[in-house]
């Protein structure tokens, strides 16, 4: 017990040094884009100058990008928890989805039952529909369907809000499956490989739990239970 307590200590101070880090990084990272950028509108700047700024500029920003995600998983703010109509929520998320390239062909069937409540930090609940939005989309080829369906559960005489997020993607093999939670697991070119971690993390915070379906080839579905 004392050793896993260490443990943990251990652990969340390496947390809180490595979100500084990531934190530190940002502010010289912006500084170089920047300035980059700048010069790359000088005149005597050639084509191929041209191309080994914008190699600069897309590096820095992939960069960004990475600890960005990363921040958000190691150091995810302390929940404060309301009530949300998650309905709602999803509305306004496929909204602001509906310009991203990556939701192209893709349709989102929304079947929360409309008077669906759930005990979540606002942004934080965005932040978990968005992530699973995007990989769901992002596991289709060309087009595609996602559907989320929920419903008031009990078990162990606790109500819960039981969410389902369904799509016809790819699919997983078992094996990824087993290591989807994991930080930096990814099978994307350019994936951080931390938004299903950073979901778990959140979920977990604000007192829910959730899991993995896949069936390779025919789709996937995450299972949410959230404080009702
Ligand atoms: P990233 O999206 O950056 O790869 P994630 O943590 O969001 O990182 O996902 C990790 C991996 O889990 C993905 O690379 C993908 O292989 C797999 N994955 C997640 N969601 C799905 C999904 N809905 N369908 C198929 N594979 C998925
Ligand atoms: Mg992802």
């Given at each position: 017990m004392a050793a896993d307590l260490k443990r943990a200590d251990r652990l969340a101070a390496l947390g809180e040094l490595s979100a500084r880090m990531a934190h530190e990084i940002r502010n010289p990272l912006a500084a170089i884009s920047g300035s980059v950028q700048l010069v790359a509108l000088?005149?005597?700047?050639?084509e191929k100058d041209e191309r080994l700024f914008s190699i600069i500029i897309r590096e820095t920003d992939r960069l960004d990008g990475l600890l960005r995600d990363f921040l958000l998983y190691a150091k995810p703010n302390q929940p404060s928890k309301v009530a949300l109509n998650l309905h709602k929520v999803i509305t306004d998320l496929c909204a602001l989805l509906?310009?991203?390239?990556?939701?192209?062909?893709v349709e989102v069937d929304?079947?929360?039952?409309?008077?669906l409540v759930v005990q979540f930090d606002k942004d934080q609940c965005s932040q978990v529909f968005w992530n699973l939005l995007v990989n769901a989309a992002e596991a289709m080829t060309g087009s595609g369907s996602i559907g989320i369906d929920g419903a008031l559960v009990s078990s162990d005489g606790r109500n819960e809000v039981r969410i389902r997020i369904r799509d016809n993607g790819s699919g997983m093999s078992q094996d990824d499956v087993k290591q989807?939670?994991?930080?930096?697991?990814?099978?994307?070119?350019?994936?951080?490989?931390l938004g299903l971690a950073t979901v778990y993390r959140i979920v977990e915070t604000n007192g829910g739990r959730m899991s993995i379906n896949s069936t390779l080839g025919k789709g996937t579905t995450v299972t949410l239970h959230l404080p009702a």
């Open positions: 000088r005149p005597w700047v050639d509906a310009t991203d390239p990556r939701m192209e062909g929304n079947e929360l039952p409309a008077d989807v939670f994991e930080p930096f697991f990814t099978t994307k070119k350019g994936g951080t490989g």
